[in-house]
C-alpha cells in the first residue's frame, strides 16, 4: 500500500521569506501523480499544485514550485514570498494512475503552516 | 463555474442513528470521491463513485455506502453511528476518474 510522510508537523515564516514544506512517499509504481494541497481554518481543501511521476521538470504555480526526486520518492513543496494569507494546512498527496478502479487519493498527515507578520 | 457543494454544514447525531450527507459536483465532473477527516489528521479515503457505480472502497464497513444521481450528485450513508464517526466528511469532484480532485467545504458531524 502507498504511504505519504510530511515528517514537519508544524513549520513557521517571516512574511515574504521562503518556506519549504518536506513530504516523502513510498510505492512500487512507476506511473503516479502527486500534489499538494492547503487547508485554511475555513476548512476548504485547495488545490495549490500536481506533479505527474512521467514528467522530469518540476511543476510550477507563481509562487509555488515543487522538487520532485523521483528515485527518491521525496516531493517538497516550496512557497516563495510567504504571505499571510498562506498560513494553513498543507497536506502532500499520492494517487496512484491511471486506474480502473480506486482512483483515491492517499493524503500525509499534514504540515501546520504559520506566517508572522 | 459553480463549485463543489456540500451540505449541510454541520451536523450532530445520537450514536445509533443513521445520517446522510449530500455533495454536488463541480458543472461537467462525473466523479464523486468522499474522505473522512478525523480533528488533526489527513483526510481517509471512503468510496469513489463514477457514473453512477461505486468504483473503489477504502477500509470502512459497509454501514458506510453511498449514491451517484444521474446529475452526478452524491449522498453518503451512514447507519449505526458510532462516537468514532464524528469527524469532518468531505466531497471531493473530478472531470474524469484520474483528474485532480476538487474539494467541498466539507459536513463537520459530531455523534454524542
Known amino acids: 500500500a502507498q504511504t505519504v510522510t510530511q515528517s514537519q508537523p508544524e513549520m513557521s515564516v517571516q512574511e515574504a521569506e521562503t518556506v519549504t514544506l518536506s513530504c516523502t512517499y513510498d510505492?512500487?509504481?512507476?506511473?503516479?501523480?502527486l500534489f499538494w494541497y492547503k487547508q485554511p481554518p475555513s476548512r476548504q481543501m485547495i488545490l495549490v499544485i500536481r506533479q505527474e511521476a512521467y514528467k522530469q521538470q518540476n511543476a510550477t504555480e507563481n509562487r509555488f514550485s515543487v522538487n520532485f526526486q523521483k528515485a527518491a520518492k521525496s516531493f517538497s513543496l516550496k512557497i516563495s514570498d510567504s504571505q499571510l494569507g498562506d498560513t494553513a494546512m498543507y497536506f502532500c498527496a499520492f494517487m496512484e494512475g491511471p486506474m480502473e478502479y480506486g482512483n483515491k487519493l492517499v493524503f500525509g498527515a499534514g504540515t501546520i503552516l504559520r506566517v508572522k507578520s | 463555474e459553480t463549485g463543489v457543494t456540500q451540505s449541510p454544514t454541520h451536523l450532530i447525531k445520537t450514536r445509533g442513528q443513521q445520517v446522510t450527507l449530500r455533495c454536488s459536483s463541480q458543472?461537467?465532473?462525473?466523479?464523486v470521491s468522499w474522505y473522512q477527516q478525523a480533528l488533526g489528521q489527513g483526510p481517509q479515503f471512503i468510496f469513489q463513485y463514477y457514473r453512477e457505480e461505486e468504483n473503489g472502497r477504502g477500509n470502512f464497513p459497509p454501514r458506510f455506502s453511498g449514491l451517484q444521481f444521474p446529475n452526478y450528485s452524491s449522498e453518503l450513508n451512514v447507519n449505526a453511528l458510532e462516537l468514532d464517526d464524528s469527524a469532518l466528511y468531505l466531497c471531493?469532484?473530478?472531470?474524469?476518474?484520474?483528474?485532480?480532485?476538487?474539494f467541498g467545504p466539507g459536513t463537520r458531524l459530531t455523534v454524542t
Open positions: 510505492t512500487s509504481e512507476n506511473n503516479y501523480y
Open positions: 471531493a469532484s473530478s472531470l474524469h476518474r484520474t483528474d485532480e480532485q476538487y
Open positions: 458543472s461537467g465532473h462525473n466523479t
